[in-house]
């Protein structure tokens, strides 16, 4: 998908998502606010996500993750607990999750989950509530260090944090309905419930290259606060360069380019390279 084209309609619905987002900015409708802190700063969560419940989102992430388990199950491709690789990854999630809590209140109350999925692909996510999947094909061909993995699960855990999938479907919320929702902004009424015409694209979703480079920033951060080495994120985008000269692997379909990444991570490292290398004295 070319995220930078611009079709009339788009240009269209500009004006009008630039509306409902001054609305929704207004004292009564204001997220909340991230104070002045150590590490990266990236803003508030986007106005669009409160024109979705939170909770119909997370309960259908919850549903949907359920479903691809029981698949996975069933193909016999699911990893037991006891699988080497399951043990890793939820062993590094115990150390990054504890710290996800300052950037949204509402993963204190998730229900966190990490599973490993048999499959090539090169690919891992995490749906909203802290559905986390990682395939063995990222592990496996790309070798990952433990630093590398946490560098990819911090970043998978941010775009939860950050709503960035509800924020997709509050757009798609507003531009479908349109002018009718300018009347009711404030109140919601019914909007939140259009989540059910989007709830299918959670498995599938695809974020913007903007929300792709806020979840490096934070996932960064989440991985040093953990104790890992934030400079893996340059040694992963490496290999994920090196493994997309042939076709490019579904993780990165909508990414910044590799180049632009890496520059974007070491320009930010020396936000959260104190932050690592506290743990180091602990």
Known sequence: MNLHHHCPACIQRRPLLQGIAALLTLPS?????????????????????KLVSADSVERSAAQQYAQM???????????????????????????????????NPRARDWRWEINLIGSQQINAFCMPG???????????????????????????????????????????????????LLGQVLGLGSVGQSVTNYGAQLLTLQFSRSDESEADLVGMELAARAGYNPKAGVSLWQKMGAASRGAPPQWLS????????????????????????????G
């Open 130 to 180: 802290g559905k986390i999947a990682f395939y063995t094909g990222i592990l496996e061909q790309l070798k990952l260090t433990d630093d590398e993995v946490a560098c990819v699960m911090g970043h998978e855990i941010a775009h939860a944090l950050r709503e960035h999938a509800r924020e997709r479907m509050g757009k798609t919320a507003a531009t479908g309905i349109g002018a009718n």
């Open 254 to 281: 909508t990414h910044p380019s590799g180049g632009t990444r890496i520059a974007d991570i070491e320009r930010n490292l020396p936000k959260v390279t104190p932050l690592y290398e506290r743990t180091l004295g």
């Open 29 to 49: 409708a204001t997220l909340p606010f991230v104070h002045a802190r150590e590490g990266v700063d990236v803003g508030n969560n986007s106005a669009f996500s």
């Open 69 to 103: 388990l029981q698949q996975a199950a069933a193909q016999e491709s699911l990893g037991g607990k006891d699988h080497p690789q399951v043990r890793r990854l939820r062993a590094i999630a115990s150390k990054i999750i504890p710290f996800s809590l300052t950037w």
